[in-house]
Nanobody, 120 residues
Framework: QVQLVESGGGLVQAGGSLRLSCTAS????????MGWYRQAPGEQRELVAT???????NYADSVKGRFTISRDNAKNTVYLQMNSLKPEDTGVYYC??????????????WGQGTQVTVSS
């Protein structure tokens, strides 16, 4: 099994910044990609950003130019730097990864979620 532990959420004013972190642990054989989804109240979960082990990134149009995803492969950790935050960025942010454990098949894993609240 793979466990994902997130940190870094909180309350911030519009225009402010937050940095989320997520570390994967367990008997990991491979892990790719890693990324973040978010879910606002009453809304479906949506993809925010992903990053491959090679560093290729993909962003939702709504966060391009404001959010930056990065990754430390040696630490199995993914980061999400969020700048110029807007009230519509409010939601629960979930870290995810596709990972294979030793002698196991690849599957998706999710973190427990961290709340991000942006006040106007």
């Amino acid at each position: 099994q793979v466990q994902l532990v997130e940190s870094g959420g909180g309350l911030v004013q519009a225009g402010g910044s937050l940095r989320l972190s997520c570390t994967a642990s367990g008997s990991i054989f491979s892990i790719n990609p890693m990324g973040w989804y978010r879910q606002a109240p009453g809304e479906q979960r949506e993809l925010v950003a992903t990053i491959t082990s090679g560093g290729s990134t993909n962003y939702a149009d709504s966060v391009k130019g404001r959010f930056t995803i990065s990754r430390d492969n040696a630490k199995n950790t993914v980061y999400l730097q969020m700048n110029s935050l807007k009230p519509e960025d409010t939601g629960v942010y979930y870290c995810y990864c596709n990972a294979a454990v030793v002698l196991g098949a690849s599957r998706r894993y999710w973190g427990q979620g961290t709340q991000v609240t942006v006040s106007s």
